[in-house]
């Protein structure tokens, strides 16, 4: 019934995320959804899915992700303790104020939350695929979406996860604040990736998940000096990523 109740590792260390409860809680997958890959589909009412995957030390993670629909909090990624905040890590929508319709991302550390690790980012559409990096190395925290900075904060460190690695729920109360979306890829490293390895991470994901630009230079066309020739190419592209740019240029070629 396209119910999801694992999603392997591709790693082979074995961190498979799962779906231990019920069929009824498992997102469904969703086939050639961005780029012809598949994706999967949380409902936003009770849908999760848990990895006994525990960050501590670094951490770096990339998710590729679209958010459907807002009006309520949303856990994209967490793993944390909210009544003991223990070094864990909170990404979603809405964080823990209203509005929500806004990204937020919490770490924990010392035992209460670190209130200046937090971003809130107003301008997340229902429809917008994005690619959110997210790198805790010793005293800093960074959070990136389409390789924009969103947050860069020297005061917190290292983190000790209390819990798993939960995606699509709160993991203190599974299934509380359920994300309402899509998740195409996820990539998680047990150290800090440094710039030039967080380029090929990102770029792995943009070749993957990103259609490349559909040119047309327009019908061919007969010209006798001195006639000027009308040059009407067309560009079109698929919007993503949401803070790309698209450039065109002309070159003579003969």
């Known amino acids: 019934n396209g119910s999801v109740l694992a999603w392997a590792d591709q790693s082979g260390h074995g961190n498979d995320f799962l779906q231990r409860l019920a069929t009824n809680n498992s997102p469904q997958l969703a086939e ?12 936003g009412v009770n849908d999760y899915l848990t990895n006994s ?16 629909a807002f009006g309520a909090k949303q856990s994209l990624l967490n793993c944390h ?11 979603g929508v809405g ?19 670190c209130s200046g690790v937090s971003t809130q980012d107003a301008g997340i559409l229902t429809t917008d695929w994005a690619v959110d990096t997210l790198r805790i190395s010793a005293g800093n925290t960074m959070f990136w979406t389409d390789g924009v900075l969103k947050t860069n904060n020297a005061a917190h460190g290292s983190i000790t996860a209390g819990r798993g690695l939960v995606l ?83 070159t003579v070629v003969s």
């Not at 995957?53 to 459907?68: F, K, M, N, W």
């Not at 964080?95 to 939350?113: D, E, R, V």
């Not at 019908?219 to 803070?243: C, F, Q």
């Open 168 to 250: 699509g729920a709160n993991a203190d109360a599974l299934p509380a604040n359920p994300f309402n979306g899509d998740v195409a890829e996820i990539l998680v490293y047990n150290r800090a990736l440094s710039d030039s390895e967080l380029t090929l991470a990102t770029g792995y994901l943009g070749a993957k998940y990103n259609s490349a630009p559909v040119v047309n230079a327009g019908p061919d066309k007969t010209i006798t000096l001195p006639m000027a020739a009308e040059l009407n190419g067309t560009v079109t592209d698929d919007g993503y990523p949401v803070y790309g740019s698209l450039a065109s240029v002309w």
């Open 53 to 68: 995957y525990l960050p501590t030390g670094q951490v770096t993670v990339l998710i590729v992700r679209r958010y459907q």
């Open 95 to 113: 964080g823990m104020a209203s509005p929500y319709n806004s990204q937020a991302l919490f770490t924990a550390c010392g035992g209460a939350w």
């Open 81 to 91: 303790k909210t009544t003991t905040p223990d070094g864990g890590f909170y990404l």
């Open 32 to 43: 050639a959804a961005l780029n012809g890959n598949p994706v999967m589909r949380f409902d």
